[in-house]
């Protein structure tokens, strides 16, 4: 057993005398949020950063789902895919709309568009993928899909922060994009989160949202919520953006690491990487085939615990497997053989931006005695 143990993610922290500045500016002005100055200038330096033209910032990445899909008036039901975390489902479910399965392509982890239409029905609005380990989704084709029957299209980008295709953001495609800022993702700001959108109009609209939907002091426009990010937050957004370059380029060195070591063996695939993608490295995932690797992907799981290393088996198990959402029929896993197998083979191994080679060696050294 290792002293201290390695675990799958840790959050990256730029240096504590550089915030502490921030918060003292914070206590003499009093503003603590309502689209304070850090707020305002945290949307501007992330819309350079990211090449998109209107951000929202939210509280959460969760909040920011469920109120991009009150944004577009989202109803009946919407497709989506079981490969994720629970938050993409239950954002569904806080608007009452019913979540439809769709299976994922087993060489990217997305929703397979392929296999989009079959399950469109009368009662679809709108289609939500997940751009899983900020892979990014067959956007071309999803989107060529959404508009044939007119219906919307909102991204799920949680894992894509800072992800381009083609030299583009990803975050440009589809109605809308959710972003999370969750203390385990690439880029933190504690809790937090954010909808791109694609006119001032809808910006306006989702501010308003967010804000119990005042649009002024006297005017209620919505039955909006409370999702604003607050001062504190803004301010350590504002402060991961000048280090952001540097976590990614460490994560991008362990990353290449782990490929290396890993690459050809029998049993374990990893998944390629897209030349024509700009990665965040946020996840390194292996899928183990346990008819041909000697082990079970838990076995691997337990052993690497034992050494101190804690992968995390992510996603495992299916949103479909979950209450409330497992006696529906696209939560069959008839319907959904792709994800059965894949929650079953995969294990994402420890990415922080600190981790040293040393232990990445170790990490895999552990994984290939077996
Ligand atoms: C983290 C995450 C969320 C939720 O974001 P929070 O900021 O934690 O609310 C939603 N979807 C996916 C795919 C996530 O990984």
Redesign the pocket.
């Known amino acids: 057993m290792k002293e201290k143990p390695i675990y799958v993610t840790q959050p990256s922290l730029p240096p504590l005398e550089e915030f502490i500045p921030m918060l003292e500016k914070i206590w003499e002005s009093k503003i603590l949020t309502n689209n304070g100055p850090f707020h305002q200038q945290l949307e501007k330096e992330l819309c350079e950063f990211l090449g998109v033209k209107f951000i929202s910032l939210f509280s ?4 920011a ?1 469920v109120t991009a899909l009150q944004a577009l008036n989202i109803s009946g039901e919407v497709i989506t895919t079981p490969y ?2 629970v ?2 489902t239950h954002s569904l479910w806080w608007n009452n709309i019913k979540p439809v399965f769709v299976d994922i392509d087993p060489e990217t982890c997305n929703l397979d568009p392929d296999k989009i239409e079959a399950a469109i029905t009368a009662q679809t609005t709108a289609i939500l993928p ?1 751009h899983v380990y900020g892979n990014p989704c067959d956007v071309e084709k999803i989107q060529k899909i959404a508009n044939r029957h007119k219906i919307k299209l909102i991204y ?1 980008a ?2 894509a922060f800072g992800v381009k295709l083609d030299g583009k953001s990803i975050l440009n495609f589809g109605d809308l994009s959710v972003l ?3 203390a ?2 690439v880029f933190n700001t504690f ?3 954010a909808i791109i959108s694609h006119s001032a109009e809808m910006k306006q609209q989702i501010d308003d949202l967010k804000n119990f939907g005042f649009r002024d002091e006297v005017t209620v426009v919505a039955p909006g919520i409370n999702a604003k990010m607050n001062e504190v937050q803004a301010a350590m957004g504002l402060l991961q953006l000048k280090y952001i370059d540097d976590f990614i380029e460490k994560r991008k060195l362990i990353f290449t690491e782990y490929s290396n070591l890993l690459r050809n063996i029998d049993g374990i695939k990893i998944l390629d990487q897209n030349s024509t993608t700009i990665n965040n490295y946020s996840y390194f995932p292996i899928f183990i085939d346990e008819k041909i690797f000697p082990v079970s992907r838990d076995v691997v799981y337990e052993k690497m615990k034992a050494s101190g290393f804690y992968g995390r088996r992510y996603f495992y198990p299916l949103i479909s497997h979950f209450y409330p959402y497992k006696d529906l029929p696209s939560a069959m896993p008839d319907n959904l053989p792709v994800s059965e197998i894949v929650s079953r083979q995969v294990l994402c191994l420890p990415l922080l931006s600190d981790l040293d080679i040393d232990t990445v060696h170790s990490i895999a050294n552990c994984i290939k005695e077996i």
């Open positions: 959460n990445g969760t909040l789902l994720s975390f938050a993409t997940v799920d949680a894992h999370s800022f969750h385990t993702k809790e937090g989160g």
